[in-house]
């Protein structure tokens, strides 16, 4: 899969929960409420239930890479 259709993809249940490590994020109430979800929606989520919607996985990939950009 190339990178950019990678991008459009969901994003899995691991790679979540390293994005919210990586991002600061301690419990799913603090992601919920940094990207205006419920926290029942973010352990869905987690539990591999429900996909992450596509925005809120590019947002997530974004902000990851931004992060580690060293300016």
Do not use: C, F, H
């Amino acid at each position: 899969m190339s990178e950019s259709r990678e991008m459009l993809a969901s994003m899995s249940p691991d790679e979540l929960r390293t994005a919210m490590r990586t991002l600061g994020y301690r419990t799913q109430n603090d992601l919920a409420q940094a990207i205006g979800v419920s926290r029942s929606a973010v352990s869905l989520w987690l539990e591999g239930k429900v996909g992450v919607p596509r925005p809120v996985a590019m947002l997530l990939r974004m902000l990851v890479n931004a992060q580690r950009r060293v300016y």
